[in-house]
């Protein structure tokens, strides 16, 4: 199974860019990369989904070197409403990825005023 | 669409009775996951059906889980007997899987508590 680390915890101000590393060395060929957010008293919610290289969307960044055992997700001008469990998520059960999709333990971002 | 939707939201219990989840995916999605979410060990696949067939249940903690998709519109997660150390958020999902990517659809999760 892909285990993935992130920081347990990160804090911030409004307006600042946010940038989460999640680190997964043994990711799969066929393992795609996928963030989701955590709000409290419900389930996480797709944010963006990468293989390789750059990807971008109307709310985040995601960076994922040549090597592919890490990504950072980028969150561009956080406000309070980011406040939340950020998951990275590495696998790929509907393409054959080598991993399914388990989720890590999360990073708790805080963002203040 | 209504999005995933599951039920009872939430569920108080004794040890020892049986607990029934139930959950209806986003129509014309075809992989149906169950989550167990608890501050210890986090967010825990498992199990997930494709097509209606059970995939793989290896994250099923023992025999007093069980889990069902009779059709494409409905999921049940089985607890019996339940015990207190069951109590977690169990959410379901639904994928699309012509897309190969793998976006899943939560529902807002069952809040189980065993006393």
């Known amino acids: 199974l892909a285990k993935t680390t992130q920081p347990i915890s990160m804090d911030s101000y409004e307006g600042q860019e946010v940038n989460i590393t999640c680190s997964h060395n043994?990711?799969?060929?066929?393992?795609?990369i996928t963030w989701y957010q955590q709000f409290p008293s419900q389930g996480p919610r797709f944010i963006i989904q990468g293989y390789k290289t750059k990807v971008t969307n109307e709310v985040a960044s995601l960076f994922i070197p040549a090597d592919r055992k890490s990504s950072t997700l980028s969150l561009p001008r956080v406000s309070l409403s980011d406040t939340a469990v950020y998951y990275c998520l590495v696998g790929a059960i509907l393409t054959g990825g080598g991993n399914k999709l388990t989720f890590g333990t999360g990073t708790q971002l805080k963002v203040e005023l | 669409d209504a999005g995933v939707i599951q039920s009872p939201r939430h569920e108080v219990t004794e040890m020892g009775q049986e607990v029934t989840l139930r959950c209806k995916p986003i129509s014309g999605h075809d992989y149906l996951f169950w989550y167990r979410q608890t501050m210890m060990r986090g967010l825990e696949l498992l199990i997930y059906f494709n097509n209606n067939v059970p995939i793989d249940d290896s994250g099923m903690p023992e025999d007093r889980f069980s889990a069902k998709m009779p059709n494409a519109s409905f999921s049940t997660l089985k607890i019996q007997p339940s015990e207190p150390r069951d109590s977690a958020v169990y959410f379901c999902?639904?994928?699309?899987?012509?897309?190969?990517?793998?976006?899943?659809?939560f529902g807002e999760g069952s809040r189980l508590t065993v006393l």
């Open positions: 043994n990711i799969a060929t066929n393992d795609y």
């Open positions: 999902a639904s994928s699309f899987g012509g897309t190969g990517i793998g976006e899943l659809f």
